[in-house]
């Protein structure tokens, strides 16, 4: 239950503090050309240490492709890679070996699997989702070839927001990485950076949102009961470590409406281009794309590592106080935006491939 | 894809005009004593015409079981069942035949398929969700005898809400049948069902939110990294027709929050029973229940049949005025709530069978 | 695990004495014209009662098909189907309530399960294998649009066998159904027949094999690594009741030659065509077709039910001694070549739709 | 589709001359012991250079575990693991760039992909069985705790048989590795070495058959229909390279027999034991393990390389000449026993696994 998707895969293994991370990517398309450059630059992103919002663990993250690539080219044969672990400080967890951490996972794992790597999380460590970057990423290499192209970007911290229709407006993407909090509005992303500042100040954290905006997408993708293109988004970040929400288009807002506001009427231009006035959909109907840009948020909550005593329980269900140790980051928006992306890139690229199945 | 689950499997088909719905069971543990009254008591709880605020297509929805079953008690082979369809008015969709209505899945269909049956909505049609409460009920035979209670109710119509931690103190969920709203705040629900008896006036819908809370849980359902007990609730209710948001615990307001606030103490009693002081987290943490109630909320979008001219467009991408006809719900609330207990079921019996199989 | 198939899939249930069997078509490609007599067609050729050398059931077994057609096409939503039951005699096997027979599944589900449906076999009955020519036929629909061809026939029965390299001069398969043990060559034929006949006067049964014969493949079929075409078709021949032996092309006996014997020659025509000189890679060399014609054969075992006084076992573990009653066949052959006809289709449509999945 | 198994999955990636072929194991329970001396001694058994009568290519392959063990022990997260090439002789394979060698997957390959690692055989080298290897030697640390024994071992070379029946003499499994052909009858293995080493010497190949014994199986283990334990192996052993016939039980020779001859008698000796008189089932009836041994057999076609000039095409369609180099197997069964092994522990324990999931 390590693997994502049905055609496209990502198969995935690694714990915080072993000795490396990883993966095996199946049903990646032959003849694709691969430049490791954006790769390695979608893990760069997520990599800690990377500003001082963030974790000063301080990794390289340097993926090593292994198989599947001939000559610059995929080859339509599985893609394995590894990332290495190199700065793990064990120590800091030692003890932690037989505790358990509110709002962790560390007591789920060990009731579900009676063993625990209790160092960093181990393998509930969100250090694993580097792997899903690299997945992302190859996948992209692939939409690219489509036209199709895929945005995150922290929309919320804390009470700070993007206003509502910000996605409609947004402008220049690469506004996005200009700031470390990853908000494509310089004002907003100031006063967000300020805010993750002063709740790490305090030793506390922060949760927040993140808009995703895909856009090129064909009218078509998505299996239109269980495997909707909007429940396959929902499950691939409701996925990822942290996530607590999801919304597509008008979301839980818009349900609010009548359903004469709400409504997205069709417009046929003049040159015979069909869409939509508006986009309350989120570009999915019937759970099938219809050709509009789709738009998704996803919730995170505050990291769990607040440097303060805490009510713990042991693996054997004793009550414990826990002061937590090792680096942690204040508010994981800002590295969430590039998993996000790549979720939503093995998504649609996925449901891409499995459409082409079906078409005769 | 019109397939549900991994171990537990539901495989449904059926148009909402064509002779019969139905699906196959799969996975189902042998040797469970069914109660054909209790899944026929489910599928009724869905059914059109029940009362004055849905719609008035007047189905009796009666299952058929056709194999699976022996002498009272499954037998682990699978379970077929047909459910037949008696009130179709196919000639009211005529004039749809070519024509694809605003905020539904007939454009999406027609593009991806290049032919669609377009009688009251075909296979996008809701009516597809009775098999979904059929493999629901099932399931719930399983549950019930593990202990396991699952609840929905109508937390939201249009701006109308319960109180926000209602789902602490919900008394009696007898209550929740009451009122053909379905929400269990008896003084809430009579101003629900006035609001949507108003919006039905004017020919409008109307959306809003369900609540579903699982109880009785062990810990240690889900699987932590792609198939996360919350990523699995995620997609099972994002492919529920309508569905545009999902959340789980602190859920979207949650997340604006502190980590210092939000985090979930743990608290060992006299007699060692380990819970949290609060339950944020939903019942999940590192995506694995933890035996705390599992609480998640699911937004609806409005109808999207209203009765007014709308602009549509046709298979072929002409702009075309659409009025639609045909019986259709206001709110498609009420009728929701036994279809997210459904999809709650069969996801929780699924993640308890996949337990199982890695227990050694 | 009733499911068969990636991305075409049937899902089928059902027991000899239940109300009906049926099941779901997955998969099906959208747009192909649906010939119901085609389909009924295959049904006959496995039904019972149809000659004096299979068992005497009367079974009319017509299908209803209950989605995923309109107007005479598929529409890519799936395909409900239902076959009821009607000429059983429950009675028959009232004395096999709690008795498990020798060589038949009635020890090994009652063990599994803790309960079984006695009744002529209950789900192990060789009945249910009419949903698999259901599937077969309507995937051969699809596969017929692409100029594929699949043939099988029986090759052996007892030590009665056609010469080995029958295949490569197979004239006109329309002579296959001329006789009632399908065998294409009128005098082997004619010598199975009567040894059939001088069994089944012995109250006895023989077993025999069955080849297949797919021609019009493209080059390309088939998963490279765990999921060959071969290994495919292996499992779905293994599948049906009463198999115990499998090999394509060269097969068991080819395997004792040398390679410079067995190595197919590549061969280009004058018009640029590339074939293999000899075909004992069967038409698959890496997992994957060669556009060569694809040749496969199937032992299966005499069946089980043979009439005379055998030492049986109660589902508890006691001895017991078993007088078999009901109607049997005394060879399966004759009604096993539409089911290894109808595997090899749906096998073959499957590999043709993943193959396209992943062409870029 | 490089992924084997349901609940007990393996998923791998590698080519021949690529830097490391891997893979990552899922499902593996929690708890289990590992003894990696056991795990790389199965490897070694595979291992190319470890006798005169196998290829000359000279690889360690050491097995590096890179997560999911910890401190000893299963954690029942992913198990990644790597093997690195080291010796490779690419230049040996340039003047096969574009060409596509005899009965080899070299065209097949190039028109599926377009694109093809030549080097070695690249993908379809049967080097990548290796990741198989590891896989097995690790569900065979788990059934191991169950008391559940695998040996495969060589029965035939050319035409030089081990008797029929030995399978149900064989003594002491140590006596398989103490000849370089693994085959448990020492003057047998000595008459099938003299053969290797005198089609070796005239630049030639051979096959054979590898037959495998599983002892200490419970009862109930299969799926009954389409994943039965017979298709499942099937499955299994034809997807390993140059695999082209599979028989279980009685397999084809005893299908030609009567089934008043061929039915296996149950027995229940003094103590209570249910076995049968005879194992012409070969341990599986129905789909699903009877307690008795299971037995079957694989049939490997001669190794394709064969050191004489052969008639070749290239990728694109055109005739060529082509005289092979490299080091390779005269005969592929030595190695092959270990893989058939390994394949055959992965399947049993996914099917231990799948049947713990719907015991309730």
Redo the contacts between chains.
Sequence with gaps: ????GN?F?L?????SH???????I??M????EIDLDRIQHQLDRRRPGQSTIVTARDEKDRV?I???V?EG????????F?VKNSDQHSSDYENLRDV?R????D???S???????HRGG???SAR?TLSRVVGGALAME?LR?QGIRIYAYTS?V??INLPDDFEEVLGDPAVIDTNPVRCPATDVAAAMEAYIRE?KGKG??????VTCVITGLP??L???????L??????????I?A??????????K???????V???????DSD?R?S??TN???GI??????GMPVVFRV????????L?Q????TSG???VSVMPRGRHDPCVLPRAVPVVEAMAAMTVLDAM????????
Tied chains: 1, 2, 3, 4.
């Excluded at 909007?230 to 996925?239: E, G, H, T, V, Y």
């Design positions: 239950m390590n693997t994502y055609i895969r198969t995935e293994f690694g714990e072993g000795p490396a991370l990883g993966g095996v199946d049903g398309p032959s003849g694709i090593e292994l198989s599947g001939f080219k995929t080859t339509g044969t599985p893609i394995g590894i358990c509110p709002s962790h996972a007591y789920t794992y009731q579900k699997y009676g063993i625990r790597d181990g393998r509930s694993a692939a070839t919320s804390g009470s709740v506390d954290t922060v949760g927040g949102v009218v078509g998505g299996q239109p009961v269980f495997d909707k909007n429940a396959r988004l929902a499950a691939a970040m409701m996925s470590n996530a607590k929400g999801f919304e597509v288009g008008m979301g839980f818009g349900c609010t409406n009548l359903g004469s709400m409504n997205d009427q069709w417009v046929v015979g069909v939509t006035s309350n959909s989120g109907q019937g759970g099938i794309s219809n919730a995170f909550k505050p990291v769990a590592t607040v303060r805490t009510d713990g329980v269900g004793e009550p491939l499995l459409d082409r199945a079906v078409r005769w």
